[in-house]
């Protein structure tokens, strides 16, 4: 199984561009998540999704969106990109749809922004 | 608001040494706590979930303690192995399980 796929794996911008990163999980786990990973800071959560059709806000949301564009797919998009948003962004999922199972993580898309 | 500490920041050992890792967080309501694997330029691996009304859960050289009461984990590494070098990242999920809190991890080399 491929588990959670990320694409791209690198990107370099330019402020003030816009992009969406793409997230696929093929284990049919309904929760999925969005993390940054910035130096000396753990990851952060920007976005999770519960179920199909949910997304609710985590700790770091402003200046991003997220969509579930159905039960594998969770995109996260950088409407204005700005320097502070360069960083390592993963995806995740996990089984049930209470988020208490382990979770599965994709190996990052490494964004800078210039 | 959880905050989750890890200590040491990074641990040095040779190889066949018994260790433990650290995790404390601030606010006992947890939901569980995770232990992870992370690879340089790599994503995160779970090793070990402990739900909150679990005290341990173990898979093979890997042991994970939980303290509620107290707010520590420890993660037991037997028989270091130069194979387990790497980041280990201690995550809290909060009531509801999804707002997870990661800990900056500790970044173990074990020498050959």
């Known amino acids: 199984n491929a588990g959670v796929t990320q694409t791209p794996k690198f990107q370099v911008l330019k402020t003030g561009q816009s992009m969406t990163l793409q997230c696929a999980q093929d284990m049919n786990h309904n929760s999925m998540y969005w993390y940054r990973q910035d130096p000396g800071m753990g990851l952060r959560l920007i976005y999770y999704?519960?179920?199909?059709?949910?997304?609710d806000k985590g700790e770091v949301p402003n200046g991003y969106n997220v969509s579930r564009l159905n039960k594998r797919e969770f995109s996260l998009r950088l409407e204005s990109a700005a320097p502070s948003q360069t960083s390592v962004y993963f995806c995740?999922?996990?089984?049930?749809?209470?988020?208490?199972?382990?979770?599965?993580f994709g190996d990052g898309t490494r964004l800078s922004i210039l | 608001k959880q905050e989750v500490t890890q200590i040491p920041a990074a641990l040095s050992v040779p190889e066949g040494e018994n260790l433990v890792l650290n995790c404390s967080f601030t606010?006992?309501?947890?939901?569980?706590l995770q232990w992870f694997r992370q690879d340089p330029g790599k994503g995160l691996t779970s090793l070990l979930l402990?739900?909150?009304?679990?005290r341990e859960q173990t898979s093979g050289r890997l042991n994970a303690s939980l303290d509620k009461s107290s707010g520590r984990s420890t993660l037991y590494i037997a028989a270091s192995q130069p194979g387990d070098s790497a980041t280990y990242l201690c995550?809290?999920?909060?009531?509801?399980?999804?707002?997870?809190?990661f800990g900056a991890g500790t970044r173990l080399f074990v020498k050959a």
């Open positions: 999704s519960a179920s199909e059709g949910t997304t």
């Open positions: 995740a999922s996990s089984e049930g749809d209470r988020g208490g199972g382990p979770q599965h």
């Open positions: 995550a809290v999920g909060n009531t509801g399980g999804f707002k997870t809190i």
């Open positions: 402990i739900q909150s009304s679990q």
């Open positions: 606010d006992s309501a947890i939901y569980n």
